[in-house]
């Protein structure tokens, strides 16, 4: 019986390739180049690997093309592999392969000159930017410059594939790409304008308790600990949102000026009970249960507590519901970095 592998060699490897072990597997074709016809475009859609039937390779089926073609807000939009062998798995990318095949990578980009480059899955990711974890970095901005200083933003997205699979993806797939593009590509961006102002003298405290005690106005609150163990850990700060106002207040922190002082400190405690435990208006928080028990490691019984992570939630149970994710989904154009 003849080898099979005799029947898929390579005549002519590229010089990068010498030492990739995936021309030692059956392909029907090796180092598909499938860049050399791309025209320059503002945006890169980057699969994993190319696709190859019937005599034809193409980075993207047909029904993810579509997809593509449905959420994208712009014109016109190029697409290639990041891997130029077809039908390459994760798994089969050693070290030394990636870093083979990045040299044809940086030459896609080089050709395509676009500022926005969406990486498509994980593999895609880890060939371009080299992080791994797609469900924890979507949505997020890396800089890239390849080796002739071409410089473009790079942003994780799912895989159009787990997207059809998968519609669940749906929202946070198009969300992702909208945000990206009006930002990097249409400018769209709005620098918010957050002013604070941080409580380090007792009365002024006490003024902002007297403002606040019998409010019916919604309030956002956030913490921050030196740990997770409320048994054992110290509340460090405390901040206070109204619709106009920002206030700090230094609680546990070790430079904070009521903790060298103990009358100051009971009566800083006194006051912000003052202000969490009045029942008129409510207490927004993002993940209430772990401020809240930190709080009452103080004495401090929070009244009318909101919950923005439960409110998600019951709103689409299918999407994140960490800050940031939330962050990125509502107010995307005042994020410095996504």
Request: aromatic content about 10%.
């Amino acid at each position: 019986m003849n080898n099979l592998h005799s029947l898929y060699a390579v005549d002519e490897a590229n010089d990068f390739c010498k030492d990739c072990s995936i021309l030692q597997k059956s392909k029907p074709v090796y180092c598909v180049d499938d860049y050399t016809q791309l025209k320059a475009a503002d945006t890169l859609f980057l699969s994993d690997s190319i696709k190859y039937r019937f005599g034809k390779s193409y980075a993207f089926s047909k029904p993810e093309l579509n997809l593509l073609a449905e959420f994208f807000p712009g014109d016109h939009f190029q697409t290639a592999a990041a891997v130029k062998c077809p039908s390459v798995r994760e798994a089969d990318m050693s070290p030394t392969n990636m870093e083979a095949c990045r040299n044809f990578l940086q030459a896609t980009i080089d050709k395509v000159k676009p500022r926005l480059v969406f990486v498509c899955g994980n593999l895609a990711m880890k060939m371009l930017i080299k992080k791994s974890g797609i469900t924890n970095k979507r949505g997020k901005s890396y800089e890239y410059t390849t080796d002739n200083e071409h410089s473009c933003i790079v942003v994780p997205i799912f895989h159009p594939y787990s997207v059809v699979k998968e519609p669940r993806h749906r929202l946070l797939f198009e969300t992702d790409i909208r945000n990206a593009y009006e930002k990097y590509v249409l400018g769209k961006t709005h620098e918010g304008k957050l002013e604070y102002k941080v409580l380090t003298d007792i009365q002024e405290v006490r003024e902002l308790a007297e403002s606040l005690r019998d409010t019916n106005e919604t309030l956002a609150m956030d913490i921050e600990t030196t740990g997770l163990n409320f048994l054992t850990d110290k509340i460090q700060t405390i901040a206070i949102s109204s619709r106009e106002t920002n206030w700090v207040i230094p609680c546990d922190h070790k430079d904070s000026p009521f903790k060298t002082d103990e009358p100051d400190s009971a009566s800083m405690w006194i006051n912000l009970k003052r202000i969490l435990e009045n029942p008129r208006n409510k207490k927004v928080f993002h993940n209430a249960k772990f401020d809240l028990k930190f709080l009452m490691s103080y004495g401090i019984h929070t009244k009318n507590v909101w919950d923005t992570k439960i409110m998600h939630h019951l709103l689409d149970e299918n999407l994140p519901k960490s800050l940031m994710d939330l962050v990125k989904l509502y107010f995307p154009t005042e994020l410095e970095s996504l």
